[in-house]
């Protein structure tokens, strides 16, 4: 069955990096439209970024583009968030979720269980 | 970036009655509009896709309608497993954005 189980989180300093992985099962990453989702505390969810089924278009929100990476590793069906220079206020659980858009992100069918990030000194 | 404008941000409901739950956006986005149950502690649960359309495995109490800037999400006959918060999200153009979540709670 469809699985998708985050990796990552952690501690860090404001400027510090982290790397978050999803690992998928039960279907090829490839296939599908992936994204980012976020969560701050007590907070709403915010949508930081998509990679398409191809790989070819990415997208970020603009609160995290130019220090956020998305990528993908297809041999391993494992999907990536490179997180740099982060601030407090990327403190959230970060969600990876498959995207059921064909041409253009859609909606979300399956979600991961989170990968909390703090960032705090 | 299209905004998405959720109300009411929580209310008081009892087991059985009907709720609903309205999604206004910034711009007209046809029916791309989708909604999500999330529980404490759990990841959100795609309920309503293309504002109208049951995801599989959803049950039927839960329902979606509009289609422009006007979208609302119908949970009839609520039950104890209804009580969690809510989301839209519009599909219609990147960023994809949420509204701010409606709590429904006892």
């Known amino acids: 069955q469809v699985q998708l189980v985050e990796s990552g989180g952690g501690l860090v300093k404001p400027g510090g990096s982290l790397r978050l992985s999803c690992a998928a099962s039960g279907f090829a990453l490839s296939d599908y439209y992936m994204s980012w989702i976020r969560q701050a505390p007590g907070k709403g969810l915010e949508w930081i970024s998509y990679?398409?089924?191809?790989?070819?278009?990415?997208y970020y929100a603009d609160s995290v583009r130019g220090r956020f990476t998305i990528s993908r590793d297809t041999a391993n069906n494992s999907l990536f968030l490179q997180m740099n220079s982060l601030r407090d206020d990327d403190t959230a659980i970060y969600y990876c979720a498959r995207d059921l858009g064909i041409a253009q992100p859609a909606y979300f069918d399956y979600w991961g269980q989170g990968a909390l990030v703090t960032v705090s000194s | 970036d299209i905004q998405m404008t959720q109300s009411p941000s929580s209310l008081s409901a009892s087991v059985g009655d009907r709720v609903t739950i309205t999604c206004r956006t910034s711009q007209t986005i046809s029916k791309s509009v989708n909604w999500y149950q999330q529980k404490p502690g759990k990841a959100p649960r795609l309920l309503i896709y293309a504002a109208s359309k049951l995801q599989s495995g959803v049950p039927s109490r839960f329902s979606g309608s509009g289609s422009g800037t006007d979208f609302t999400l119908t949970i009839n006959s609520l039950q104890p497993e209804d009580f969690a918060n809510y989301y839209c999200?519009?599909?219609?153009?990147?960023?994809?954005?949420f509204g701010g979540g409606t709590q429904v709670e006892i």
């Open positions: 990679i398409s089924s191809g790989g070819h278009a990415i």
């Open positions: 999200q519009q599909s219609y153009s990147a960023p994809l954005t």
